[in-house]
């Protein structure tokens, strides 16, 4: 082998990105700051297998992010709470098999750091995802909506038919 002969690594090379240059790869770094966290979940065909979900946006993109690593949840929380940049190391990112969105998936090996980036997400970009049923206009098939409620009236029960039967 010749000595002068640049030498390859064996060792996949990481990136890092912000969230508005994503593209699909492994072993990335993603920086950004995180706009919507949803609580632990625990998933319905594993009994074991919990997860959340969420955004992380730069000034100018969103990306859904899932990890199935509970115990990141608290860093990521935590660094929302503070408004401040966050780091994902060593995530995978792929195509949203249902929308064809990117989307960012943790692995077992990603760590949450603070980011040296500084991003000025609009605060109307956080929101609150709690709405009224009232507020919910229409829906697409299979979308999934949850929602937390009050019963305050319950009417006589009302046999209905349709073509298909009751």
Known sequence: MDPSAPRLSSTPTKRSYD???????NNVTVHGQVVEL?????????????????????????????SFEPKLRSSIEKLKDQNTSLALTDCQVQTNKF???????TTRFSTVEHSPKK?????????????????????????????????????EIVEITTKFGK
């Open 119 to 155: 991003f000025k997400v609009d605060k109307a970009e956080i929101v609150d995802d709690t709405v009224a049923i009232d507020q919910v206009f229409a829906a697409n098939v299979n979308q999934h909506i949850s929602t937390c409620g009050k019963v305050v009236k319950v009417d």
């Open 99 to 105: 929308d064809s969105n990117l989307e960012v998936v």
């Open 19 to 25: 969230v508005s240059e994503l593209e699909v790869s």
């Open 38 to 66: 949803s609580p632990l979940k625990k998933g319905r065909n594993r009994e074991n297998c919990n997860y959340f979900h969420g955004k992380i946006s730069d000034s100018n993109k969103s990306v859904k992010f899932v």
